[in-house]
Structure formats: C-alpha cells, structure tokens
C-alpha cells in the first residue's frame, strides 16, 4: 500500500506537476505582466528545450534508464534520447527568470523544478546525470537570455 502511494506521488510529479508548474509560472507572468519578462520567458524556454537539448540529442544519443537496464518505468514514454532532460531544462529557465524578477517565486518555482527532475529519474526515465545537465542548461540558458536582453529596450 504505501509503495503504491508513493508511486502515485512520483507518477503525479513527474506527468501532471509540469502542467500545474507551467499554469503557476504563467499566472505569475499575468501578474508581473512586463514585456521584458515575457521576451525573457520565452527566449530562455526556446534556448534551452527547443535548442540546446535538442542539439545535444541529435549529436549524442543515450539510452534512457529502462531501455539500459530493461524494466519497465512508472511513466510510459518512447525510447528517444534521455540526455539532457527537456523537463529540466525547460522549467529551470523558467524559474531563472522569475527568481532575478522575484526571489520568493523563484524559490517556489525552483523547488517544484527539481520535484519534477527528481520525480522522472524516480519513475525511470532519466538518470539524474540527465536532470543535472538539464538544470545547467536551464539556468544557464536563462542567463544569456536575460544578459542580451538587458539593455534592449522591448
């Protein structure tokens, strides 16, 4: 009973958590409605998913968790290339940006972030070198992001 709560906890975390987070950092935007923050958001969410991860992925594929060690994971999904995590990626650039405009959500943010990290390596589909890579990415990403937009007037 209680290793089927648990799996439920880390089956939430790691499906349905990354929706609420999305709908959380975007109600944090309607409220800190900026054009700046919305360029930053975007940027920062583009660079590192849609271009650093996936460029990582066509040069170098590695196996995901299940597919190495052949089990089956908590959470269905293909057996694309599990390095770097794009969840990982994603949600650190995102709360990057809201933590240099608000430290508390940030924080908030953050946190949740590495819920969702921790919940896909739990649920076997990425190793935690994989999270870790998308965490760099991530804050890394949002960080250029900010820095080229800095004295840009949008």
Known sequence: ?????????????????????????????VLNLRRRIFWELA??????????????????????????????????????ASFPSGHAAFFFALSAVVFSHDKKAGILFFLFSGIIGAARVFSGIHWPSDVLGGVVIGIGSALIVMYFLKNRKI
């Open 43 to 80: 940027g920062a969410a583009i660079l590192s998913r849609l271009v650093i991860t996936e460029l990582i992925r066509l040069l170098w594929h590695r196996a995901r968790p299940f597919v190495e060690l052949g089990f089956r994971p908590l959470v269905e999904h293909s057996a694309s």
């Open 1 to 29: 009973m209680e290793q089927q709560i648990v799996n439920l906890a880390i089956v939430f975390s790691a499906t349905y958590l990354p929706f609420l987070v999305f709908l959380g950092i975007m109600g944090w935007f």
